[in-house]
């Protein structure tokens, strides 16, 4: 089991526009099924999934405006201050408890990975408490100039695996720990 945060990300590094857009995202071409870094593959080895709420409110909006319906069938932890309205069906868990205090309950939940979605800031809070254990990226042929950031923390990483997907750069990093002089 370990705890990733898989997501995909600009050149300059941000993984969503200032407006929370993915536009630049979904224009890039990448296999269907079956290439390296697969969505499906690591989606099916999953036991949990954690986001914040400007995360959670993307998904619930756009399947809403699309017609779709909740992706997930693990449970998912959204991190929020608010009483935000769920998704029929989903199995949500809306907290604000340390990541610590709930890293302990998505580990409990099966033998698979914990899936860190996003955002940026919550992903840095699982690796500055010592519980991420990889970051893998998608990176797609364009820069931003500014949006929600990536990793908003300095920490020290070692690239375990690379490959590409069509137009993505990839990369498979394990967090070795918050950067320090020595290292
Ligand atoms: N490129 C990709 O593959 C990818 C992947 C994931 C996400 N995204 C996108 O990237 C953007 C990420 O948005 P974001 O950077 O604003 O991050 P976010 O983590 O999705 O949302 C931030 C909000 O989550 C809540 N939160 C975060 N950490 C918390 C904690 N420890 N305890 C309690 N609440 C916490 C806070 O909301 P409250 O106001 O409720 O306190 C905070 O304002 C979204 O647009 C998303 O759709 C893209």
Redesign the pocket.
């Known amino acids: 089991m370990a705890t990733i945060f898989y997501?995909?990300?600009t050149l300059d590094g941000f993984?969503?526009d200032p407006d929370?857009s993915?536009d630049w995202?979904f224009r890039q071409q990448q296999d269907d099924t079956g290439g390296p870094f697969d969505y499906d593959v690591f989606i099916a080895g999953v036991s949990a999934l954690a986001?914040?709420?400007?995360?959670?409110l993307?998904?619930r909006d756009n399947l809403a405006a699309s017609g779709t319906a909740w992706p997930y069938r693990q449970p998912t932890w959204v991190?929020?201050?608010?009483d935000l309205e769920p998704v029929a069906g989903a199995d949500l868990h809306f907290t604000?408890d340390p990541?610590e205090q709930v890293h302990a309950q998505m580990a409990a939940v099966g033998d698979g990975d914990v899936w860190v979605?996003?955002?940026?800031?919550?992903a840095t809070?699982f690796a500055a408490a010592g519980l991420l254990d990889e970051i893998v990226v998608s990176i797609a042929p364009v820069t931003l100039g500014s949006g929600?950031?990536l990793f908003p923390g300095r920490f020290d990483l070692e690239l375990i695996d690379h490959g590409r997907n069509k137009a993505f750069l990839l990369g498979r990093y394990k967090v070795l720990g918050v950067l320090t002089e020595d290292r």
């Open positions: 997501t995909a990300t993984i969503a929370d993915l995202l986001m914040g709420a400007t995360t959670y993307w998904v991190f929020t201050h608010r604000s990541v979605v996003g955002g940026g800031r919550l809070d929600r950031p």
